[in-house]
DNA sequence: TTATAATTGATATTCGAAAATCATTGGATT
DNA sequence: AATCCAATGATTTTCGAATATCAATTATAA
């Protein structure tokens, strides 16, 4: 019961804190991508000055969500079909690699996680009735999928995954991609889960590669891109 | 003409420099897993102010050759058995991957560069004569490697693997790795250049993945990491 | 008019000092 | 003797000013 004096009750460090802020406004579409990055106009919004903003940008560059010009500054990065193409296919080969080594070393508990995690999905619509995404199920979607892939035992695929699944709710959001979604999300996702739990490794990889590839063929089906330089 | 004060000549960021240099170090093995890395003492031998200094270490530790605690500073990435297996299997997959999407998309160009890199490779052995590493014959192993996924046309798988190779670099670097080869590597790679070449897919993922976990082998038979914390 | 050079303004980069945090030591109390 | 608290020192984190670079505009010459 040290009555330490840490009362601040944040711990955070300013550049994790700006990182995290500025990586959801580029995630979520509010910055657009190509978008310049200038300093004054972030030390403003955020409240902060260079040093914790240029590290903030620098780990962004490094996942690839800002780009840096030497001597020019950072912008968002742009987005573009072959990008999109290359994310599908690293998206792929990394879920399916995931999923197939959890299937080999999962245990009784991580078969249970994930049924409990597609019955907490099966209780929300993606929708709420006035026609906007449920944050909750977006919340339990990602906790769905991330179950799949949780007993793969690899560090360094749990973190690509990670950066890949930005990228991707990155290019989601910025098309409109619910909006267009009369899609029966449920039903794949039971399958996929079935399958999994049931050990049938080539089935839940034939079911995780189209899942993946019919995301992006609504993204592309949505024009709202092409306001962002999206003609590669 | 122009009288213009620039005379530096470089044109590279202060913070790219010493980027390249302490990366450089890290997977030389000159700086230590573990090792604490102290504002003060880097100031002095790269010669430089605390900005580019921390934006440099930020950038090293996006991609886990530093890690970074926070109010305690960077140190070099540790190394460990578990890390080792994880980037094997992470490299086994990756290579293959990059292989087999090149033997599928590939052109005569890219067959020819093979041939012409497992040529040149032939032409040097690994060791001088005074028992050290030839870096003319280091260069042309690693273009010999980077030949074989050329024509992959993923971008992201190429940026994964050059940042997996950096690792495993540095565990070579760290082993006396050529100290105990008397292994024949120039019939593994012609295999290997072969198999690629004649476009046998599952051949080559196999010797591919065969040849990377006999490195991975000869490492942990040098016992030469202990002193690092080298026992999880 | 066109093209080249110089100037200005805007912006990114870097440095050095101030503020905040952590680790360690020494002293007081039980 | 052991434990807890306070104070010191070392180090990181952050800020604001100075420097260097880029981009756009004006001026000059062909």
Redesign the pocket.
């Known amino acids: 019961m040290?009555?330490t004096k840490?009362l601040?009750g944040d711990?955070k460090?300013?550049?994790?804190?700006v990182y995290d802020r500025l990586r959801a406004d580029i995630v979520d579409g509010v910055r657009r991508p190509g978008a310049?990055?200038?300093?004054?106009e972030l030390k403003e919004t955020y409240?902060?000055?260079?040093?914790?903003?240029?590290?903030a940008l620098t780990r962004l560059a490094a996942e690839k969500l800002v780009v840096?010009?030497?001597?020019?500054?950072?912008r968002v990065a742009p987005i573009s079909r072959s990008d999109l193409h290359d994310l599908l296919f690293m998206r792929q080969e990394v879920e399916m690699l995931g999923i197939r080594r959890s299937i080999e070393r999962g245990d009784d508990q991580w078969e249970a996680a994930i049924v409990a995690a597609i019955h907490a999905l099966g209780k929300r619509v993606n929708l709420t009735p006035d026609g906007h995404i449920d944050p909750e199920w977006e919340l339990r979607h990602r906790a769905f999928h991330d179950s799949l892939v949780a007993a793969c035992g690899s560090p360094r695929l749990l973190l690509l995954r990670a950066q890949l699944t930005d990228h991707a709710d990155r290019y989601r959001r910025l098309s409109h991609y619910y909006h267009s979604a009369g899609r029966d999300h449920l039903s794949e996702h039971v399958a996929l889960s079935e399958a999994v739990v049931s050990r049938q490794a080539e089935l839940a990889e034939r079911l995780i590669r189209a899942h993946l590839a019919r995301t992006v063929e609504i993204i592309l089906s949505c024009e709202d891109l092409q306001g962002d330089g999206f003609d590669d």
């Open positions: 040290t009555i840490s601040e711990g460090t300013l550049m994790a804190s310049k990055l200038r300093f004054d409240g902060v000055g260079l040093s914790p903003l240029r590290e840096l010009e030497e001597h020019k500054g950072f």
